[in-house]
């Protein structure tokens, strides 16, 4: 059974927290859409816009929930960067305990002290993983639920069929699980969901959106790509993940001859990485699906539509 604060999501959705392009605009609007709204710590700049941003989101929230009983926002998320370049952690963290923010997402490094600061006044950690080695490794430390980043995931991916990930974790852990890898319509919700993930994990779709934190060139370059656009590369992190070809070659370097980025070199929340990210834009294999540029609530209302169509179809073979 999922926990309580994650029973409240209505459809079945957790938006991945964007470097740089997550916002409190884009988080509220998700939340009230009935999907997980999340954001990096990170982005909020400087490290004491994090307070107002975390004050923003829970009282507009609340107002909402009081004015739609019958229909309550989903909880929002905060996603915490667990890395030793992160000298925020501490303070971002002190934050997220004063707004006991309902869910936190970790990202590389698992930290038994951070789920237990979570764990204190409620709150639930989903920790995202590319393999079942490093699953095993958050539960143990932890953790409440996993995320599996999947092949085909915008930024940070890694290469690990989704059927076979899901497969791997679901033989021993039977928590919250959410799936990652080219989620973008209705029809892969559902699929995540039949493969046995509580959620489908969605980012490259919400940067298409006009509550997203994107430059329109950004915006648009989604909606004109597919997957053969895609480009797999540690270079700008030191960590791989998959990027837009064109914001490659805007950036003066060719795609197809990038050298590796070193491990020991990554970096976040430093000018530098904003830098990185702000160029060279993460994007994940779905977005083929993606045509237009709209508002949150117009893009939950299609994924809704396009799950129940496919819910149907399913009904009848």
């Known amino acids: ?127 995202d993983i590319i393999n079942n080695k490093f699953a095993r490794k958050a539960i143990e430390k932890g953790a409440d639920g996993l995320i599996a980043v999947a092949a085909g995931a915008g930024g940070h991916a890694g290469t690990t069929s989704p059927f076979a990930l899901i497969q791997e974790i679901r033989e021993w852990f039977d928590g919250p699980l959410a799936l990652s890898g080219a989620m973008a319509t209705g029809r892969a919700i559902l699929a995540a969901r039949v493969m046995g993930a509580d959620f489908a994990y969605m980012g490259s779709a919400f940067i298409a959106t006009e509550e997203a934190r994107a430059v329109e060139g950004y915006k648009q370059m989604i909606c004109e790509s597919t997957s053969e656009d895609i480009v797999y590369s540690s270079l700008f992190t030191g960590v791989h993940g998959n990027y837009l070809r064109g914001s490659i070659i805007n950036a003066g370097m060719d795609p197809d001859n990038l050298a590796h980025g070193d491990p020991s070199q990554m970096s976040f929340g430093s000018k530098d990485a904003a830098k990185a990210w702000k160029d060279i834009w993460g994007c994940g294999q779905g977005i083929g699906a993606i045509k237009q540029v709209m508002p949150t609530a117009q893009l939950v209302a299609r994924l809704k539509a396009e799950y129940d169509e496919a819910k149907q179809a399913v009904a009848h073979w």
């Open 1 to 127: 059974m999922l926990p309580v604060v994650l029973q409240k999501v209505s459809f079945p959705v957790i938006a991945s927290p964007m470097f740089i392009i997550s916002n409190p605009k884009l988080v509220i609007e998700q939340c009230k859409a009935g999907v997980v709204g999340s954001m990096p710590a990170l982005n909020a700049r400087p490290a004491s816009q994090l307070d107002e941003w975390l004050a923003e989101i829970t009282e507009t929230l609340a107002a909402y929930n009081t004015a739609n009983p019958d229909r309550p926002a989903a909880p929002f998320a905060i996603n915490q960067i667990v890395h030793k370049s992160n000298d925020r952690l501490e303070q971002d963290m002190a934050l997220c305990i004063k707004y006991e923010v309902p869910v936190v997402i970790t990202s590389l490094g698992a930290r038994t002290d951070i789920n237990d600061a979570v764990h204190s006044y409620g709150g639930v950690v989903m920790h």
